[in-house]
């Protein structure tokens, strides 16, 4: 398999980072080829803009979000990888499928998300997030996020099957991030296996 991984975290030293990297270690060691999209250090453009409503109306495609989605096109799985910010994406991660999911190309059939106008592919969002799980939880977010992405949007983007993985207690101690980082190479070696 192909698997692209894209990661929002303008510092490479980031847990966020290492999460991406020992996820993609985790994917080569299974055998399977991989790809890196860094939207900060390629300095992707997340602003939707007049640009994109116009490139939608006249059906042509901005050279940018082409090339994402050439990088999507050749993919077999997927994995974002973001740090929770109030309970949501952080705007670069925000931009990017605001930008390159576009409609007509990802989807058309809005009364359902599960029916996309792209391939299944494999698709996991490798999250770490400073609260506690069982905080998130009791409190509900949990099943609100797994509801907005797991149940929405990547649904409506052909992720099938699709697994969103909150890395909880991220600013915790350094045994918690080994561990959550050992749980992300997990995710990877057994990427083309999961099963909703
Ligand atoms: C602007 C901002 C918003 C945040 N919002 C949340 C949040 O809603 N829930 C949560 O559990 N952690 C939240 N955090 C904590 C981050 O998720 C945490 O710092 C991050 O996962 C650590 O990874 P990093 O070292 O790669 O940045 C927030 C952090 C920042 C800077």
Same mark, same amino acid.
């Given at each position: ?34 790809? $890196?999209? @860094? ?6 453009? #997340? %602003?939707?803009?007049?640009?994109? +409503?116009? /490139?939608? =109306? ?51 059939? $809005?009364? @359902? ?6 391939? #299944? %592919?494999?698709?996991?969002?490798? +999250?770490? /997030?400073? =609260? ?62 999961? %099963?909703?």
């Amino acid at each position: 398999m192909h698997v692209l991984t894209i990661l929002d975290h303008p510092d490479p030293a980031s847990f966020s980072a290492a999460v991406a990297r020992r996820f993609m270690d985790g994917a080569k060691d299974a055998g399977h080829s991989v790809e $890196l999209a @860094d939207l900060h250090a390629e300095e992707f453009d #997340p %602003r939707w803009t007049k640009a994109d +409503i116009d /490139a939608e =109306a006249n059906g042509d495609t901005l050279p940018d979000v082409a090339k994402e989605q050439m990088r999507i096109d050749r993919a077999d799985a997927i994995c974002l990888v973001f740090p929770l910010f109030w309970w949501g994406m952080p705007s670069m991660m925000k931009g990017w499928v605001d930008r390159v999911w576009t409609w007509d190309w990802a989807y058309d059939q $809005l009364d @359902d998300p599960n029916k996309s106008l792209q391939r #299944p %592919r494999s698709g996991v969002l490798l +999250i770490p /997030a400073g =609260a506690r799980s069982d905080e998130m939880d009791e409190a509900g977010y949990s099943a609100a996020l797994e509801t907005a992405w797991i149940n929405g949007t990547f649904g409506y983007f052909g992720f099938s099957p699709r697994k969103l993985e909150l890395l909880c207690g991220a600013k915790g101690s350094l045994e918690r991030r080994k561990s959550l980082l050992e749980r992300s190479y997990q995710v990877g070696r057994d990427i083309a296996a999961f %099963r909703n």
